[in-house]
């Protein structure tokens, strides 16, 4: 693979138009947000009177002196460093600022914060946005508090996150900024394919070839046994692989070209060279756990887990060699070709400090934010080639140059559409995908489930 400049690549990315999503899942896969509306008549009556205008309007330009909490949502923030990092860095340069965290796990935080939310209480102050549907919803609700004023009045340069603020447009206002820039590739343990005699995955491998990968690095039996890869319980580990050529979405009138990947998905699950759904659901495994204790020896994930893994070894708690490829391409397209998500930050509506929520969320997107998330291994909404190479040179970044090869892609994309109806689309993919993996329905009848329910909710 020809190797391509990072903020070219990054651009194609950013500058995507088809979809824009919090993955990453990158890339999570969460039931759709209980939450009641927002804007009811009772919420109105406990909100403040002024308008996310007046708000901005009133605020003042810095965050104000004295001692003063600010509340931020986030989900498995032990895991991983993406927030603390921040969290902590905003508190050095204002130490009259003390953030609260309110921490949830990744398959809950969307429920747990439409909870909140629909008390109209003042905390958070702060919502780093898990996925796009979610955005959506809170905006048409009105709980999320429009921007545009702050970023009018600091005058706040959007060209450096080359297209992708404009995109998290909504109803023409800005809900948001972007925070984090994820996609796809493929983990491995370089151990057990050394172990194995097993050449490493390379940049450049079909799904075809991955899955015969698959089968020759399993191993052993019972509690001791070495799967080839996992799959975690998200639906986004199969459709993903069916949007990544860029010809289909989430959101169609067909879903027929899902089948031969959830026919491919089956048969690694069937043979014993992936956990099966149902053992992971129940016991409800994480994914960074089966690969920190290298159950598997391949596993697709975003590039979030990159961080996750280098906080893991400089904390001891693991210490063996792992590497990253490239994700596997379909047949029909050259290497290269990933799924990714944004991941914005936003503002509550009911907030009682806009302005130090502002000037929280004008840092965490920043230039200076981004270098502090460089060195974590964490990617942001703002693509530079500095990124990428303060990345590579970390303490625990993988030896070797094929390790930043895999990073670079030439296609990206969204792994779900920019669509007001996508919250309950992924409710029923998430549904269909479940019954599908349990054997609860043959393929051709969860596609046919899937087709027919998407059309009751587009009105098709």
Request: contains cysteine; hydrophobic residues 35%.
């Given at each position: 693979?020809?190797?391509?400049?990072?903020?070219?690549?990054?651009?194609?990315?950013?500058?995507?138009?088809?979809?824009?999503?919090?993955?990453?899942?990158?890339?999570?896969?969460?039931?759709?947000?209980?939450?009641?509306?927002?804007?009811?008549?009772?919420?109105?009556?406990?909100?403040?009177?002024?308008?996310?205008?007046?708000?901005?309007?009133?605020?003042?330009?810095?965050?104000?002196?004295?001692?003063?909490?600010?509340?931020?949502?986030?989900?498995?923030?032990?895991?991983?460093?993406?927030?603390?990092?921040?969290?902590?860095?905003?508190?050095?340069?204002?130490?009259?600022?003390?953030?609260?965290?309110?921490?949830?796990?990744?398959?809950?935080?969307?429920?747990?914060?439409?909870?909140?939310?629909?008390?109209?209480?003042?905390?958070?102050?702060?919502?780093?946005?898990?996925?796009?549907?979610?955005?959506?919803?809170?905006?048409?609700?009105?709980?999320?508090?429009?921007?545009?004023?702050?970023?009018?009045?600091?005058?706040?340069?959007?060209?450096?996150?080359?297209?992708?603020?404009?995109?998290?447009?909504?109803?023409?206002?800005?809900?948001?900024?972007?925070?984090?820039?994820?996609?796809?590739?493929?983990?491995?343990?370089?151990?057990?394919?050394?172990?194995?005699?097993?050449?490493?995955?390379?940049?450049?491998?079909?799904?075809?070839?991955?899955?015969?990968?698959?089968?020759?690095?399993?191993?052993?039996?019972?509690?001791?046994?070495?799967?080839?890869?996992?799959?975690?319980?998200?639906?986004?580990?199969?459709?993903?692989?069916?949007?990544?050529?860029?010809?289909?979405?989430?959101?169609?009138?067909?879903?027929?070209?899902?089948?031969?990947?959830?026919?491919?998905?089956?048969?690694?699950?069937?043979?014993?060279?992936?956990?099966?759904?149902?053992?992971?659901?129940?016991?409800?495994?994480?994914?960074?756990?089966?690969?920190?204790?290298?159950?598997?020896?391949?596993?697709?994930?975003?590039?979030?887990?990159?961080?996750?893994?280098?906080?893991?070894?400089?904390?001891?708690?693991?210490?063996?060699?792992?590497?990253?490829?490239?994700?596997?391409?379909?047949?029909?397209?050259?290497?290269?070709?990933?799924?990714?998500?944004?991941?914005?930050?936003?503002?509550?509506?009911?907030?009682?400090?806009?302005?130090?929520?502002?000037?929280?969320?004008?840092?965490?997107?920043?230039?200076?934010?981004?270098?502090?998330?460089?060195?974590?291994?964490?990617?942001?909404?703002?693509?530079?080639?500095?990124?990428?190479?303060?990345?590579?040179?970390?303490?625990?970044?993988?030896?070797?140059?094929?390790?930043?090869?895999?990073?670079?892609?030439?296609?990206?994309?969204?792994?779900?559409?920019?669509?007001?109806?996508?919250?309950?689309?992924?409710?029923?993919?998430?549904?269909?995908?479940?019954?599908?993996?349990?054997?609860?329905y043959d393929v051709d009848e969860g596609i046919a489930e899937l087709t027919e329910r998407v059309a009751e909710i587009k009105g098709w």
């Amino acid at each position: 693979m020809k190797k391509r400049q990072f903020v070219a690549i990054l651009m194609v990315g950013a500058m995507a138009c088809s979809v824009l999503t919090a993955c990453g899942d990158s890339s999570s896969q969460n039931q759709d947000s209980q939450s009641t509306s927002g804007s009811s008549d009772a919420q109105k009556a406990d909100q403040p009177s002024t308008t996310g205008e007046d708000k901005a309007a009133d605020s003042g330009g810095t965050a104000q002196e004295g001692t003063q909490e600010l509340s931020v949502t986030t989900w498995d923030n032990e895991s991983s460093p993406q927030f603390q990092a921040i969290v902590d860095a905003y508190e050095e340069k204002n130490p009259n600022v003390k953030i609260k965290i309110i921490d949830t796990s990744a398959d809950e935080y969307n429920n747990s914060l439409g909870i909140s939310l629909s008390a109209a209480q003042p905390d958070p102050d702060v919502i780093w946005v898990k996925d796009m549907g979610s955005m959506l919803q809170m905006a048409d609700k009105e709980q999320l508090l429009p921007i545009d004023d702050f970023i009018a009045r600091d005058s706040l340069d959007l060209s450096i996150y080359k297209g992708a603020a404009e995109q998290l447009m909504y109803n023409d206002k800005s809900y948001a900024l972007p925070y984090r820039n994820d996609w796809y590739v493929l983990y491995y343990n370089k151990d057990l394919f050394d172990a194995a005699g097993v050449e490493y995955p390379s940049n450049d491998m079909t799904w075809a070839e991955y899955y015969e990968l698959a089968e020759k690095m399993t191993s052993g039996e019972g509690s001791s046994k070495v799967y080839g890869s996992h799959n975690h319980t998200w639906q986004a580990l199969v459709t993903n692989w069916a949007v990544q050529d860029g010809d289909h979405t989430v959101v169609e009138k067909d879903y027929s070209f899902m089948k031969p990947w959830y026919e491919e998905c089956l048969a690694l699950q069937d043979g014993g060279y992936i956990q099966d759904y149902s053992t992971l659901k129940t016991a409800n495994i994480h994914y960074s756990s089966v690969f920190k204790n290298q159950q598997c020896a391949m596993m697709p994930m975003g590039t979030w887990f990159i961080a996750t893994m280098m906080q893991s070894q400089e904390e001891g708690e693991t210490d063996f060699n792992w590497g990253i490829a490239t994700i596997p391409h379909p047949e029909n397209t050259e290497t290269g070709y990933t799924v990714g998500a944004l991941t914005p930050i936003a503002i509550s509506a009911y907030t009682d400090q806009p302005d130090l929520a502002w000037d929280f969320v004008k840092f965490a997107s920043s230039e200076e934010a981004a270098e502090i998330l460089a060195a974590q291994g964490v990617f942001t909404g703002i693509p530079s080639e500095t990124a990428l190479q303060t990345i590579a040179s970390a303490e625990r970044f993988p030896e070797g140059e094929s390790n930043v090869e895999a990073l670079n892609y030439t296609h990206y994309s969204f792994d779900r559409p920019l669509d007001p109806q996508i919250e309950e689309i992924r409710t029923v993919l998430n549904e269909v995908h479940e019954m599908i993996l349990i054997h609860a329905y043959d393929v051709d009848e969860g596609i046919a489930e899937l087709t027919e329910r998407v059309a009751e909710i587009k009105g098709w």
